[in-house]
Protein backbone atom coordinates (compact mmCIF):
# COMPACT_ATOMS: atom_id res chain seq x y z
CA UNK A 1 0.00 0.00 0.00
CA UNK A 2 2.99 2.29 0.79
CA UNK A 3 4.20 2.07 -2.83
CA UNK A 4 0.97 2.71 -4.16
CA UNK A 5 0.80 5.81 -2.08
CA UNK A 6 3.81 7.00 -2.99
CA UNK A 7 3.14 6.53 -6.87
CA UNK A 8 0.02 8.57 -6.50
CA UNK A 9 2.00 11.24 -4.56
CA UNK A 10 4.70 10.99 -7.01
CA UNK A 11 2.38 11.41 -9.73
CA UNK A 12 1.01 14.79 -8.35
CA UNK A 13 3.99 16.50 -7.92
CA UNK A 14 5.31 15.63 -11.58
CA UNK A 15 2.37 16.96 -12.98
CA UNK A 16 2.68 20.68 -10.65
CA UNK A 17 5.37 23.38 -10.36
CA UNK A 18 6.55 25.16 -7.25
CA UNK A 19 6.17 28.48 -6.97
CA UNK A 20 6.39 31.26 -4.50
CA UNK A 21 3.87 33.86 -2.99
CA UNK A 22 4.35 36.55 -0.45
CA UNK A 23 7.96 35.09 0.40
CA UNK A 24 5.87 31.33 0.94
CA UNK A 25 6.75 28.60 -1.28
CA UNK A 26 3.30 26.43 -2.34
CA UNK A 27 2.63 24.24 -5.16
CA UNK A 28 0.65 24.33 -8.11
CA UNK A 29 -1.36 21.86 -10.88
CA UNK A 30 -1.98 23.55 -14.29
CA UNK A 31 -3.67 21.48 -17.31
CA UNK A 32 -5.25 22.88 -20.54
CA UNK A 33 -5.60 25.86 -22.37
CA UNK A 34 -7.88 28.39 -22.51
CA UNK A 35 -9.78 31.07 -19.43
CA UNK A 36 -7.99 30.37 -16.30
CA UNK A 37 -10.83 28.54 -13.90
CA UNK A 38 -8.72 29.04 -10.16
CA UNK A 39 -9.64 26.08 -7.96
CA UNK A 40 -9.77 26.55 -4.45
CA UNK A 41 -9.75 23.51 -1.81
CA UNK A 42 -10.31 23.97 1.76
CA UNK A 43 -9.58 21.42 4.88
CA UNK A 44 -8.20 18.78 5.28
CA UNK A 45 -6.88 18.43 1.98
CA UNK A 46 -4.89 20.40 -1.26
CA UNK A 47 -4.95 20.76 -4.79
CA UNK A 48 -5.04 16.73 -5.06
CA UNK A 49 -8.29 17.04 -4.98
CA UNK A 50 -8.85 18.54 -7.98
CA UNK A 51 -6.58 16.55 -9.98
CA UNK A 52 -9.70 14.56 -11.51
CA UNK A 53 -11.34 18.04 -12.31
CA UNK A 54 -8.59 19.78 -14.10
CA UNK A 55 -8.42 17.12 -16.51
CA UNK A 56 -12.24 17.54 -16.95
CA UNK A 57 -11.54 21.32 -17.51
CA UNK A 58 -9.16 21.03 -20.17
CA UNK A 59 -11.02 18.27 -22.44
CA UNK A 60 -13.63 21.56 -22.32
CA UNK A 61 -11.13 23.92 -23.43
CA UNK A 62 -10.35 25.26 -19.86
CA UNK A 63 -6.77 26.19 -18.11
CA UNK A 64 -7.69 24.59 -14.43
CA UNK A 65 -5.56 26.22 -12.05
CA UNK A 66 -5.43 24.39 -8.55
CA UNK A 67 -2.80 25.47 -6.09
CA UNK A 68 -1.90 24.69 -2.24
CA UNK A 69 -2.81 27.04 0.72
CA UNK A 70 -0.40 27.76 3.05
CA UNK A 71 0.23 24.88 5.76
CA UNK A 72 -2.10 21.98 3.24
CA UNK A 73 -0.51 19.84 0.68
CA UNK A 74 3.08 20.94 -0.53
CA UNK A 75 2.69 24.47 0.50
CA UNK A 76 5.13 25.93 3.17
CA UNK A 77 4.00 25.72 7.16
CA UNK A 78 5.62 28.78 8.15
CA UNK A 79 5.02 29.06 12.02
CA UNK A 80 5.18 32.98 11.76
CA UNK A 81 1.90 33.50 9.41
CA UNK A 82 -1.72 34.96 9.12
CA UNK A 83 -3.80 30.92 9.13
CA UNK A 84 -6.78 33.06 9.23
CA UNK A 85 -9.54 33.50 6.86
CA UNK A 86 -8.33 36.95 6.13
CA UNK A 87 -4.56 35.89 6.17
CA UNK A 88 -4.67 32.94 3.48
CA UNK A 89 -7.20 35.17 1.18
CA UNK A 90 -4.27 37.74 1.07
CA UNK A 91 -2.19 34.94 0.40
CA UNK A 92 -4.23 33.89 -2.20
CA UNK A 93 -4.15 37.23 -3.79
CA UNK A 94 -0.51 37.36 -3.93
CA UNK A 95 -0.57 33.53 -5.37
CA UNK A 96 -2.83 34.68 -8.32
CA UNK A 97 -0.95 37.62 -8.82
CA UNK A 98 2.35 35.77 -8.99
CA UNK A 99 0.91 33.10 -11.36
CA UNK A 100 0.18 35.81 -13.87
CA UNK A 101 -3.66 35.49 -13.85
CA UNK A 102 -5.62 39.18 -14.42
CA UNK A 103 -8.99 37.96 -14.69
CA UNK A 104 -10.59 34.44 -13.71
CA UNK A 105 -13.29 31.84 -13.11
CA UNK A 106 -13.10 31.13 -9.45
CA UNK A 107 -14.56 27.88 -7.95
CA UNK A 108 -14.24 27.81 -4.03
CA UNK A 109 -14.97 24.43 -2.12
CA UNK A 110 -15.27 23.93 1.79
CA UNK A 111 -13.12 26.86 3.43
CA UNK A 112 -11.64 27.93 0.32
CA UNK A 113 -15.47 29.57 0.17
CA UNK A 114 -14.57 32.09 2.61
CA UNK A 115 -11.25 32.38 1.52
CA UNK A 116 -12.08 32.65 -1.84
CA UNK A 117 -14.95 35.02 -1.53
CA UNK A 118 -13.24 37.79 0.71
CA UNK A 119 -10.24 37.67 -2.65
CA UNK A 120 -13.38 38.25 -4.69
CA UNK A 121 -14.94 40.81 -2.76
CA UNK A 122 -11.94 42.67 -2.86
CA UNK A 123 -11.01 41.87 -6.24
CA UNK A 124 -14.41 42.43 -8.21
CA UNK A 125 -12.99 43.36 -11.66
CA UNK A 126 -10.63 40.28 -11.45
CA UNK A 127 -13.67 37.79 -11.58
CA UNK A 128 -15.60 36.10 -14.92
CA UNK A 129 -17.68 34.10 -12.84
CA UNK A 130 -18.04 32.19 -9.09
CA UNK A 131 -18.78 28.64 -8.34
CA UNK A 132 -19.74 27.40 -4.91
CA UNK A 133 -19.31 23.73 -4.55
CA UNK A 134 -20.05 22.86 -1.06
CA UNK A 135 -18.59 25.52 1.03
CA UNK A 136 -20.30 27.66 3.48
CA UNK A 137 -20.83 31.66 4.32
CA UNK A 138 -22.93 31.88 7.05
CA UNK A 139 -20.03 32.86 9.90
CA UNK A 140 -22.10 33.85 12.95
CA UNK A 141 -24.24 30.69 12.99
CA UNK A 142 -21.74 27.72 11.12
CA UNK A 143 -20.62 24.93 13.34
CA UNK A 144 -17.69 22.82 12.67
CA UNK A 145 -18.90 18.98 11.85
CA UNK A 146 -17.96 16.58 14.20
CA UNK A 147 -14.35 14.80 12.28
CA UNK A 148 -12.78 18.49 12.28
CA UNK A 149 -14.56 20.29 15.57
CA UNK A 150 -11.82 18.57 17.96
CA UNK A 151 -8.92 20.09 16.43
CA UNK A 152 -10.38 23.88 16.66
CA UNK A 153 -9.71 22.67 20.89
CA UNK A 154 -6.65 23.58 22.35
CA UNK A 155 -5.30 20.33 23.82
CA UNK A 156 -7.67 18.30 22.58
CA UNK A 157 -6.85 19.04 18.88
CA UNK A 158 -3.40 17.65 19.29
CA UNK A 159 -4.56 14.42 20.74
CA UNK A 160 -7.10 14.26 18.15
CA UNK A 161 -4.72 14.80 15.47
CA UNK A 162 -2.03 12.20 16.62
CA UNK A 163 -4.88 9.66 16.72
CA UNK A 164 -5.61 10.57 12.75
CA UNK A 165 -3.59 7.49 11.49
CA UNK A 166 -4.14 6.49 8.08
CA UNK A 167 -6.55 3.78 8.41
CA UNK A 168 -8.69 6.54 10.34
CA UNK A 169 -8.68 9.16 8.45
CA UNK A 170 -9.45 6.83 4.95
CA UNK A 171 -12.55 5.75 6.99
CA UNK A 172 -13.80 9.19 7.87
CA UNK A 173 -13.14 10.29 4.21
CA UNK A 174 -14.76 7.99 2.86
CA UNK A 175 -18.38 7.66 5.27
CA UNK A 176 -18.55 11.64 5.14
CA UNK A 177 -17.10 12.44 1.67
CA UNK A 178 -17.26 9.93 -0.54
CA UNK A 179 -20.98 8.66 -2.90
CA UNK A 180 -18.95 6.51 -4.62
CA UNK A 181 -16.22 4.96 -3.35
CA UNK A 182 -15.19 2.89 -6.24
CA UNK A 183 -14.27 6.29 -8.09
CA UNK A 184 -11.69 6.86 -5.20
CA UNK A 185 -8.97 4.42 -4.08
CA UNK A 186 -7.45 3.36 -0.87
CA UNK A 187 -4.09 4.95 -2.01
CA UNK A 188 -5.62 8.16 -3.56
CA UNK A 189 -7.08 8.88 -0.10
CA UNK A 190 -3.53 8.06 1.84
CA UNK A 191 -2.05 9.94 -0.43
CA UNK A 192 -4.37 12.80 1.10
CA UNK A 193 -3.45 12.08 4.39
CA UNK A 194 0.40 12.16 4.11
CA UNK A 195 -0.06 15.76 2.63
CA UNK A 196 -1.96 16.63 5.54
CA UNK A 197 0.50 15.49 7.93
CA UNK A 198 3.89 15.66 6.33
CA UNK A 199 7.00 17.20 7.84
CA UNK A 200 5.17 19.19 10.83
CA UNK A 201 2.91 16.43 11.57
CA UNK A 202 -0.75 18.86 10.82
CA UNK A 203 0.56 21.75 13.26
CA UNK A 204 -0.27 24.44 10.58
CA UNK A 205 -3.42 22.46 10.07
CA UNK A 206 -4.53 23.19 13.49
CA UNK A 207 -3.66 26.58 13.19
CA UNK A 208 -5.99 26.86 10.38
CA UNK A 209 -8.84 25.15 12.17
CA UNK A 210 -8.65 27.61 15.09
CA UNK A 211 -8.67 30.60 12.55
CA UNK A 212 -12.12 30.75 11.70
CA UNK A 213 -12.95 33.86 11.86
CA UNK A 214 -17.10 33.21 13.01
CA UNK A 215 -18.19 36.62 13.62
CA UNK A 216 -21.11 39.01 12.49
CA UNK A 217 -18.73 41.38 10.99
CA UNK A 218 -17.28 38.50 8.82
CA UNK A 219 -20.94 37.49 7.90
CA UNK A 220 -21.88 40.48 6.95
CA UNK A 221 -18.81 41.64 4.75
CA UNK A 222 -19.34 38.18 3.23
CA UNK A 223 -23.22 38.95 2.21
CA UNK A 224 -22.94 42.41 1.33
CA UNK A 225 -20.07 42.15 -0.75
CA UNK A 226 -20.91 38.84 -2.63
CA UNK A 227 -24.48 40.49 -3.14
CA UNK A 228 -22.83 43.78 -5.24
CA UNK A 229 -21.11 41.45 -7.46
CA UNK A 230 -21.16 42.15 -11.08
CA UNK A 231 -20.54 38.46 -12.51
CA UNK A 232 -22.52 35.69 -12.30
CA UNK A 233 -22.38 32.97 -9.74
CA UNK A 234 -23.84 29.28 -9.49
CA UNK A 235 -24.24 26.54 -6.35
CA UNK A 236 -23.18 23.04 -6.98
CA UNK A 237 -23.69 21.10 -4.29
CA UNK A 238 -22.97 17.13 -3.72
CA UNK A 239 -26.83 16.74 -2.37
CA UNK A 240 -25.60 13.87 0.47
CA UNK A 241 -23.05 16.15 2.07
CA UNK A 242 -22.98 14.77 5.81
CA UNK A 243 -20.12 17.75 6.68
CA UNK A 244 -22.34 20.95 5.13
CA UNK A 245 -25.78 20.02 4.80
CA UNK A 246 -29.19 21.60 3.09
CA UNK A 247 -29.30 24.19 5.76
CA UNK A 248 -25.19 25.34 4.41
CA UNK A 249 -26.15 25.10 0.96
CA UNK A 250 -29.14 27.73 1.23
CA UNK A 251 -27.25 30.28 3.04
CA UNK A 252 -24.72 29.99 0.13
CA UNK A 253 -27.40 30.34 -2.14
CA UNK A 254 -29.12 33.20 -0.38
CA UNK A 255 -25.68 35.12 -0.78
CA UNK A 256 -25.39 34.72 -4.07
CA UNK A 257 -29.11 35.20 -4.88
CA UNK A 258 -29.02 31.68 -6.67
CA UNK A 259 -32.44 30.54 -6.70
CA UNK A 260 -31.58 27.04 -7.80
CA UNK A 261 -28.65 24.99 -6.79
CA UNK A 262 -26.96 22.18 -8.86
CA UNK A 263 -27.49 18.72 -7.23
CA UNK A 264 -24.73 16.00 -7.47
CA UNK A 265 -24.82 12.62 -5.76
CA UNK A 266 -22.41 13.07 -4.02
CA UNK A 267 -21.13 14.18 -0.44
CA UNK A 268 -18.58 16.84 0.52
CA UNK A 269 -15.77 15.48 -1.77
CA UNK A 270 -17.73 16.06 -4.93
CA UNK A 271 -14.58 16.51 -7.22
CA UNK A 272 -13.83 13.06 -5.89
CA UNK A 273 -16.55 10.93 -7.50
CA UNK A 274 -18.27 13.67 -9.99
CA UNK A 275 -15.25 15.34 -11.76
CA UNK A 276 -17.22 15.54 -15.16
CA UNK A 277 -20.50 16.99 -13.69
CA UNK A 278 -18.03 19.62 -12.25
CA UNK A 279 -16.47 20.63 -14.61
CA UNK A 280 -19.36 20.75 -17.26
CA UNK A 281 -21.39 23.13 -14.46
CA UNK A 282 -17.85 25.40 -14.23
CA UNK A 283 -17.74 25.26 -17.96
CA UNK A 284 -22.02 26.52 -18.51
CA UNK A 285 -21.07 29.12 -16.50
CA UNK A 286 -18.09 30.40 -18.11
CA UNK A 287 -19.52 29.67 -21.52
Known sequence: MKRDVRKVLDRHEAAGRRFEAA????????????????LMHG??????????????LAARG????????????????PAEFDYSWSGLAAWTGAAIDELGIDRCHLVVHDIGGPIGFEWAIRNPQRVRSLTALNTLVDATTFHRPWPMHPFSIRGVGELWLRSMMRLPFRKIYYLAGIGDRTAVSAAEVDAHHSLLKRDD??????????????SEAKERFFFEGLAERPYPAQVVWG??????????????????GVEQATLLPAKHFLQEDQPAAVAAAIASLAA
Do not use: C, W
Open 23 to 38: GIGSFVREEGEGDPIV
Open 62 to 77: LHGIAFDLPGLGLAER
Open 201 to 214: SGRAFLRIMRGFEL
Open 43 to 56: VPVSSLLYRKVLTE
Open 239 to 256: ENDRMLDAKRMSEVQRAL
